[in-house]
């Protein structure tokens, strides 16, 4: 995972499951020094939980308490969501690690932590020029959790809408990141997923506004859906994104804030072309 990072060079990473104690920082030690990290301190007992980093600096940080439903297993009920001040043209943005209930049977959990992050996310967006979320959703696309964020669907008489990347790039194409063909995830939990036929669970989102995507989503791919030397990254493939903040004609791509909003927040009209990525993925 170090070598495809390095080779990757991503600008944002979110990651899932990855180990931070105080003798043990699992995201610093495959990212190296040039990140900005930030770790929930909300971790299961070996230190599992979410970390974000970023090649530009963090200046906000919220943790966002989600529904965990009666009688779950072990899991974290709590959702991280930075602020980032990113160079022109991107300007200040926010990234959402949102990882969710696994479990088959709680997708209405999965449904009721969607609506709780995507309604932060609406009541503080006027703040950002762009929000970006990225993580492990447990969710297959026509699940209405994730139906929810790309805005084909209201939960609890509200709606929003994300464009997911991969779809965007490849509509029609499975993009399985959580397969049995990946050995990890065969022997996972002792075995218990050796029946799993493959989905697709593993998402980069990015908000629309009435128009569109407020970013052009450029690329998107599968990574670390190869063993190196036998060996597997992760039980789940990542997803990596390249994003820009102009169109394909070269206009400045569509805003989440208006020009009136924009001048409030004092955000800079973008006046280049910067490309940003994302990824989420498990460690």
């Not at 940080?61 to 959702?79: C, K």
């Not at 602020?83 to 449904?111: C, S």
């Not at 990542?238 to 909003?261: I, M, N, Y």
């Amino acid at each position: 995972m170090r070598f495809g990072f390095a080779e990757l060079k991503p600008d944002l990473v979110s990651l899932q499951e990855v180990i931070k104690t105080s003798d043990d920082d699992q995201a610093a030690d495959v990212l190296g020094e040039e990140y900005h990290l930030l770790h929930h301190p909300l971790r299961l007992a070996d230190g599992q939980g979410d970390s974000i980093a970023s090649r530009w600096p963090i200046i906000a940080d919220h943790e966002i308490e989600v529904p965990s439903g009666d009688g779950a297993a072990e899991s974290l009920s709590s959702s991280l969501v930075v602020e980032i001040d990113a160079p022109p043209p991107i300007g200040h943005m926010m990234l959402v690690n949102h990882a969710t209930a696994f479990e088959l049977t709680r997708e209405a959990d999965r449904e009721r932590q969607a609506v709780v992050i995507a309604n932060y996310v609406e009541q503080h967006a006027a703040r950002a020029s762009h929000v970006i979320v990225a993580g492990d959703l447990n969710a297959h696309p026509d699940a209405s959790s994730i139906r929810y964020w790309t805005g084909a669907q209201s939960l609890n008489g509200g709606s929003v809408c994300y464009r997911d990347a991969w779809d965007a790039r490849h509509p029609g194409e499975a993009g399985h990141t959580f397969t049995t063909g990946n050995t990890l995830t065969a022997t996972a939990e002792g075995g218990e997923w050796e029946l799993e036929p493959g989905r697709r669970i593993d998402y980069i989102f990015v908000r629309c506004n009435d128009h569109g995507p407020t970013l052009d989503i450029r690329s998107c791919r599968r990574i670390f859906d190869r063993p190196m030397n036998g060996v597997w990254a992760s039980d789940h493939f990542g997803v990596t994104a390249d994003l820009s903040a102009f169109t394909p004609t070269g206009r400045p791509a569509p805003w989440s804030v208006s020009e009136a909003d924009r001048c409030l927040a004092g955000v800079p009209t973008p006046p280049r072309e910067r490309a940003g990525s994302g990824r989420g993925s498990r460690r």
